[in-house]
């Protein structure tokens, strides 16, 4: 079955780096009609979509932290790399990574759990 | 970029009733329209996908409908599982959520 999961700290202190790997298992990343997105969401806030790798390495950032996001990915091992830098406490979030298809539509078809994110000096 | 917005951003509903949540593009985004489920802790789920077909496993009750600017997301007899916070995203130029729709017990 198709399962993703999130890793990376539990704390970063602002203005550090941040890494986060999620791990997919039950797909491929070399696989035509997929690719992996990551999208955030504050405490008590709406989803925030930030980067996308599609199978042809191709990648697509947030407008808005585009300077600060890179987007990786490793077939062999079945893991995608976000990073953002300059982490900043209002970038306080659950970072998800998800699953996305590719029909008529692009869409999110299967989420990692989530990993929550603190900035905290 | 494309921008999303919902209406309303909160309500309240009766188990039985019918809901139906309104998501507006910014600009026309054909049918590149999503939406998801989110219960509290937990990730969202796909329900909707292509603005009218519905995920595999999802219940009937749940339908979507729309195209160009203007979407909704009917569930025709809320159950009380479908109590959770509703997200439209588009896929037409990468990727944007709408705010949320919460559905509380009334």
């Known amino acids: 079955q198709v399962t993703l999961k999130e890793s990376g700290p539990v704390l970063v202190k602002p203005t550090e780096t941040l890494t986060l790997t999620c791990t997919v298992s039950?797909?491929?990343?070399?696989?035509?009609?997929?690719?992996v997105s990551w999208i955030r969401q504050p405490p008590g806030k709406a989803l925030e979509w930030l980067a996308h790798i599609f199978s042809n390495d191709e990648k697509s950032y947030s407008t808005s932290l585009k300077s600060r996001l890179t987007i990786s990915k490793d077939t062999s091992k079945s893991q995608v790399v976000l990073t953002m830098t300059n982490m900043d406490p209002v970038d306080t979030a659950t970072y998800y990574c998800a699953r996305t298809y590719m029909t008529t539509v692009t869409y999110a078809d299967y989420w990692g759990q989530g990993t929550l994110v603190t900035v905290s000096s | 970029d494309i921008q999303m917005t919902q209406s309303p951003s909160s309500l309240s509903a009766s188990v039985g009733d019918r809901v139906t949540i309104t998501c507006r593009a910014s600009q026309s985004i054909s049918s590149y329209l999503n939406w998801y489920q989110q219960k509290p802790g937990k990730a969202p789920k796909l329900l909707i996908y292509?603005?009218?077909s519905l995920q595999s496993g999802v219940p009937s009750r749940f339908s979507g409908s729309g195209s160009g600017t203007d979407f909704t997301l009917t569930i025709s007899s809320l159950q009380p599982e479908d109590f959770a916070t509703y997200y439209c995203q588009q896929s037409y130029s990468t990727f944007t959520f709408g705010p949320g729709t919460k559905v509380d017990i009334k």
């Open positions: 039950g797909f491929s990343l070399s696989n035509a009609r997929m690719g």
């Open positions: 292509a603005a009218s």
